[in-house]
């Protein structure tokens, strides 16, 4: 039957697919192209519980990649199944906030949104563009990863600056991992046996890029994330917030550039600028556990700002169902999750040790005592979200 859904996930030199049924959300193959613009790229594919690698032709491009996944696909008999194709977009400003059918449009607004995501847009429409080419008329559909925070109001989304520069130039809080805060947050009123309309949760995705997000009553009220992914929490190598007059400081004292403040905001922070050794949380676990102290300062401060976060965000319930912990390192280290949680102890949070170290490597549950407030451990599938919305929005069906 063809209700199978393409889902594509392109950074600027990487492109991620899966093939997956909306209905069950079970992914019948999936793969990652990596270096891609050089000709080391390769492809790697799953499928059948088995791994095998490709290589993708010169010029090495996203083009060449989904050429490459197709071949792969046609030989399974994979490509007749194929309903749409869905495409995660990581900006889509104040315009989008549904899942959206692809057309001249939508490209364009999503190469304009490039201003406020140049990392990410440009990448994203490129999938785009290479998957009309292969894929000709199958419908194409962008899911955003700002659209689930739509429903911020103004008093979250503004920042304390001139309103015109909001009104003019569309400055403000957008927030990102969208799609990873509403699937957690409905999976986790699911195991609360409430719709996710019932529900208040803070969710908290902890991966290379972080964010906490508060879901009222089903809808994004306040997010940690803002205009672009550099605000809020510390990150890999992300710092998160900084005073503004730092930035000053750097170019009128220290001579930075423009673009050295920017280097270093994004990809010199974070885990990786405190620790000195580097953005990864297990190996700075490990370091840490051996007595590396600038490791252990990294994580401490890390927790502390997850800490600090979740309690900020407090504000906005009057009752909470819960705490949901997402990403690579929310789904997977229970030291994290150990030490954010005691920081919380007046938000009635606290640790069952046992459930805490049963919950990782995709094993879900609530990881607090029952007299505490219930701290979930989901793991993400945007992609499955991705495949269901795409499907939804073509078969009018919500
Ligand atoms: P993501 O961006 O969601 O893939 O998450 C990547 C982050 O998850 C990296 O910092 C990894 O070190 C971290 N991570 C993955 N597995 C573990 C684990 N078992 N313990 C601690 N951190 C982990």
Redesign the pocket.
């Known amino acids: 039957m063809k209700n199978n859904i393409l889902v594509i996930n392109c950074g600027s030199s990487s492109l991620k697919f899966s093939l997956i049924t909306p209905s069950s959300g079970e992914t019948l193959v999936s793969g990652l192209a990596e270096r891609l613009l050089t000709n080391e790229a390769q492809l790697t594919i799953k499928h059948n519980e088995q791994k095998q690698t490709a290589n993708i032709p010169s010029p090495f491009d996203h083009q060449k990649a989904i050429e490459a996944v197709v071949v792969f696909l046609k030989e399974q008999s994979l490509t007749e199944q194929i309903f749409a194709v869905g495409h995660r977009v990581v900006h889509g400003g104040e315009k989008y906030s549904q899942p959206t059918l692809i057309d001249d449009d939508v490209k364009n607004n999503i190469d304009e949104l490039a201003k406020l995501a140049p990392l990410h847009n440009p990448a994203n429409l490129q999938g785009v563009l290479a998957a009309e080419a292969v894929f000709g008329r199958i419908p194409q559909v962008a899911i955003f990863d700002t659209a689930f925070h739509q429903t911020m109001p103004a008093k979250a989304y503004l920042y304390a600056l001139p309103y015109q520069l909001y009104q003019t130039h569309g400055i403000r809080k957008y927030g990102f991992h969208g799609t990873s805060h509403y699937f957690v947050a409905k999976s986790a009123a699911a195991l609360i046996n409430k719709t996710l309309a019932e529900s208040n949760f803070i969710s908290a995705h902890l991966?290379?890029?972080c964010s906490i997000t508060a879901v009222k009553q089903g809808k994004s009220v306040d997010t940690s994330l803002g205009l672009t992914p550099l605000e809020g929490l510390m990150m890999?190598t992300r710092s998160g917030s900084v005073d503004p007059g730092i930035i000053f400081h750097l170019v009128d004292q220290l001579g930075y550039s423009l673009e050295q403040v920017n280097t270093l905001l994004n990809k010199e922070s974070g885990l990786l600028g405190v620790s000195q050794l580097s953005?990864?949380?297990?190996?700075l676990?490990q370091a840490a556990e051996q007595g590396h102290q600038l490791a252990q300062l990294a994580l401490d401060i890390f927790c502390y700002r997850i800490a600090k976060t979740i309690a900020s965000f407090s504000v906005c319930f009057t009752s909470l169902d819960g705490i949901i912990f997402t990403?690579?390192?929310g789904e997977?280290?229970s030291h994290?999750r150990s030490k954010v949680l005691s920081q919380l102890s007046l938000l009635n949070c606290a640790v069952d040790n046992k459930a805490n170290i049963t919950c990782?490597f995709g094993q879900s549950g609530n990881i607090a005592p029952t007299d505490a407030l219930p701290c979930w451990v989901i793991p993400t599938n945007e992609e499955w979200v991705i495949a269901e919305q795409s499907y939804q929005l073509l078969n009018g069906a919500k």
């Open positions: 991966g290379n890029g890999g953005n990864d949380c297990r190996e676990e990403g690579g390192i997977n280290s994290i990782r």
